[in-house]
């Protein structure tokens, strides 16, 4: 019984590997590119994923066209700003620090800056009016 | 009054919450707002040999709506784009990777609210236009800017809110 759990775990892990969307083999090198440039862009049909891990046939589209790209040469900055173009800043899966998004970046760090002031007042104002806290 | 500071931090977050359930996650802001149409060069519809470009099209502001035979949101604003037609509205359509067959059979059955429709077979001016799905409709106004983009079928109230204001101030 055991042996058929392992084999059942070990053929689940295996369907994980199977999530990178189809890769072309004729040029190694690109597809590494294409793969390190997609897994930073965000599909925008199904935003919650990658472009390297969507299979929307939008995404398939625009790895494609990114492939396209990079055969004419082009840097990856040109690929981003070639997308950033047409789709904003939203394409990007990390998000760029700028005033705009201050508020995200920042946001937790300023709240746990704020509960940890909250919570050092509160602490103060315990010690103060229990004064037999203690020995 | 300090004890209530964690409710009314609750009840913020809260509203905040709620507030994003209205949010449709399709409307992506357009970096292509205030830039020129963009350009492109597609077969005509069941018209073989004839092509569209933007600059074709009709002087004064217009949309651009993009759609496909297979697309059940879309059905859903056909009477209400028939219904701009009607009213004079300039709408051109670009379908979007379709069937052309299928395409034009849909608009013998349902009706053309379109002056014409460029086919866009592969989805290529598509990317152009930062096209992220079906339907979605353009406003450019009568010197050629983008003015407007609308993720998701058009409605009365969309048309009011976001595209009327515009059609006032764009030489209409």
């Not at chain 2, 830039?35 to 492109?40: E, G, I, L």
């Not at chain 2, 598509?126 to 003015?147: M, N, Y």
Request: proline share 7%.
């Amino acid at each position: 019984m055991k042996g058929l759990w392992a084999l059942l775990c070990c053929l689940l892990a295996a369907t994980a590997l199977a999530g990178e969307a189809q890769v072309n083999a004729s040029d190694p090198q690109l597809e590494a590119r294409l793969m390190g440039l997609a897994t930073d862009l965000r599909c925008v049909v199904c935003q919650n994923e990658t472009l390297a891990e969507s299979h929307a046939p939008l995404a398939q589209d625009l790895r494609n066209e990114v492939r396209g790209l990079l055969r004419q040469g082009k840097s990856d900055a040109e690929v981003i700003a070639y997308l950033t173009d047409r789709y904003g800043d939203y394409v990007l899966y990390r998000p760029p620090f700028k005033p705009l998004t201050y508020l995200l970046w920042l946001g937790p760090l300023g709240f746990l800056l704020l509960a940890v002031w909250a919570w050092y007042r509160m602490v103060r104002r315990q010690r103060r009016t229990m004064p037999d806290n203690g020995p | 009054m300090r004890r209530w500071l964690p409710f009314l931090g609750f009840v913020l977050l809260l509203s905040v919450f709620y507030l994003g359930l209205w949010h449709n996650p399709r409307e992506v802001p357009s970096p292509l707002i205030g830039k020129p149409a963009v350009a492109f060069d597609l077969p005509l519809l069941g018209q073989p040999g004839q092509r569209f470009s933007p600059s074709q099209a009709a002087p004064g502001p217009w949309l651009l709506n993009i759609w496909a035979s297979w697309c059940g949101e879309c059905r859903r604003e056909h009477g209400y784009l028939l219904e701009l037609a009607a009213q004079g509205i300039a709408l051109y359509g670009l379908n979007w990777k379709d069937d052309g067959r299928k395409a034009a059979e849909h608009l013998a059955r349902a009706g053309n609210p379109y002056r014409q429709v460029a086919e866009d077979a592969t989805g290529r001016a598509g990317i152009d236009w930062g096209v992220t799905g079906v339907p979605e409709t353009f406003l450019i106004d009568a010197q050629g800017i983008i003015r407007a983009k609308h993720s998701g079928p058009l409605n009365p109230k969309v048309w009011e809110r976001k595209f009327q204001p515009l059609l006032s101030g764009a030489g209409s």
